[in-house]
């Protein structure tokens, strides 16, 4: 089994920046992938950001120039550096990993528990 616990979400005012953190642990084999998703209230989660084990990086429109996403994948943990944060990124942020773990020969999809991003006007 995988896990992935979530830390760095908050209140914070517009204009200002919040830096997400997100670790893997349990029986890993490998992860191909980690990435943030986003929910805001009444919708349906979206990706955020994501990036592969060798650096590649995608990014949602409406956040490139403002988030910056990283890896490190001896921790197995990503980062999700939010600046010049708005309010309309308000919602709760879940992270994400497509991986394998040990005793399986699929991937699977993980979640984390989700942390609340709230920026005020």
């Known amino acids: 089994q995988v896990q992935l616990v979530e830390s760095g979400g908050g209140l914070v005012q517009a204009g200002g920046s919040l830096r997400l953190s997100c670790a893997a642990s349990?029986?890993?084999?490998?992860?191909?992938?980690m990435g943030w998703y986003l929910q805001a209230p009444g919708k349906q989660r979206e990706l955020v950001a994501a990036?592969?084990?060798?650096?590649?990086?995608n990014y949602a429109d409406s956040v490139k120039g403002r988030f910056t996403i990283s890896r490190d994948n001896a921790k197995n943990t990503v980062y999700l550096l939010m600046n010049s944060l708005k309010p309309e990124d308000t919602a709760v942020y879940y992270c994400?990993?497509?991986?394998?773990?040990?005793?399986?020969?699929?991937?699977?999809?993980?979640w984390g528990q989700g942390t609340q991003v709230t920026v005020s006007s």
């Open positions: 994400h990993a497509a991986g394998r773990s040990r005793g399986s020969a699929f991937q699977s999809d993980y």
């Open positions: 990036i592969t084990s060798g650096g590649s990086t």
């Open positions: 349990g029986s890993i084999f490998s992860i191909n992938a």
